[in-house]
């Protein structure tokens, strides 16, 4: 099993292996992949996975990146959780479990890593919310994926907070992208754990507190379709490669369907937490409106 970072330190980037409170850089070695984009092309990763340097560094002494830059938009899973999709259904007109999963695309640019802000402009959004979610980090290309086979094409997994603007989300015509794809929404981190450690994700814990408080909390066996099926729909005429990722759904207890309806404010602090992994820290900040600093 390996936690794989990526990290900045004295201005420079690279990447390495995650281990208790030491993080052992590989990134900067002779002839090492120079991030882990690069390291999912190489055909001997293990190698790179298992080689260890003689010093490490305090990953608390480090600015942890986010652990992958896909290189393409995220595919992200909308009402993959029976209890969300419940407390859902009048907004989204849902009422039925999906026959097969519901996917949309959240924008590359709107990756953040840990400790790093989500940021937004009140003039632009009021209603930002939360939502933690089982990232699956894709490791080897594939197309038309059966599902036995799906975790032979599954590098790692992470964890992702699709932050959420609700009320460009739900304008007329149900603005997904527009609503779940601006800048900062969505943190990625701490690291990616491998797949050999935590296989088909299964009876996960999972949580999201803000300032502390828990407001989302439940298991990965909820999932209304888990990691296999998730690849096979994903992977069904078109080809998945090597760093693309995938959020798998939210959990019961986001903020917009809530009485009355909450949202995420300045200088609040949300930690999502999925077990097995760790837990993604992020602080918001409210930018003044454009309307104000003109």
Request: overall charge negative.
């Amino acid at each position: 099993m390996s936690r794989i970072a990526a990290f900045r330190v004295d201005g420079a980037t690279s990447w390495g292996v995650v281990e208790g409170d030491r993080l052992f850089p590989v990134g900067g070695r002779a002839g090492a992949p120079g991030s882990v984009e690069e390291l999912l092309d190489t055909p001997d990763l293990s190698v790179w996975l298992r080689s260890r340097a003689a010093t490490s560094l305090d990953v608390g002494t480090v600015h942890l990146l986010p652990p992958i830059r896909p290189r393409q938009d995220l595919i992200a899973l909308g009402l993959n959780y029976r209890d969300h999709l419940d407390e859902s259904a009048a907004r989204t007109q849902q009422f039925t479990p999906p026959r097969q999963p519901i996917l949309f695309s959240k924008a590359a640019s709107s990756v953040i890593g840990p400790e790093d802000e989500i940021s937004f402009d009140r003039s632009v959004t009021a209603e930002v919310d939360w939502e933690v979610e089982l990232a699956v980090i894709i490791g080897r290309p594939g197309r038309d994926i059966e599902p036995a086979d799906a975790l032979k094409h599954v590098f790692g997994y992470t964890i992702a907070n699709d932050v959420s603007a609700r009320d460009l989300q739900f304008l007329e015509g149900k603005q997904w992208y527009r609503g779940k794809s601006l800048d900062t929404f969505c943190p990625l981190g701490p690291w990616i754990v491998t797949v050999d450690e935590l296989g088909q994700a299964r009876g996960l814990q999972v949580a999201l507190r803000v300032n502390g408080q828990t407001k989302q909390s439940s298991t990965t066996d909820h999932l209304i379709f888990g990691v296999e099926d998730i690849i096979a729909s994903t992977s069904a005429g078109r080809t998945l490669g090597p760093g693309d990722v995938i959020l798998t759904g939210t959990p019961p207890g986001v903020g917009f369907t809530r009485v009355p309806p909450e949202y995420l404010h300045d200088a609040d602090v949300v930690e999502a937490e999925i077990e097995g992994i760790g837990v993604l820290r992020n602080r918001v900040r409210e930018t003044r409106s454009r309307a104000a600093r003109s």
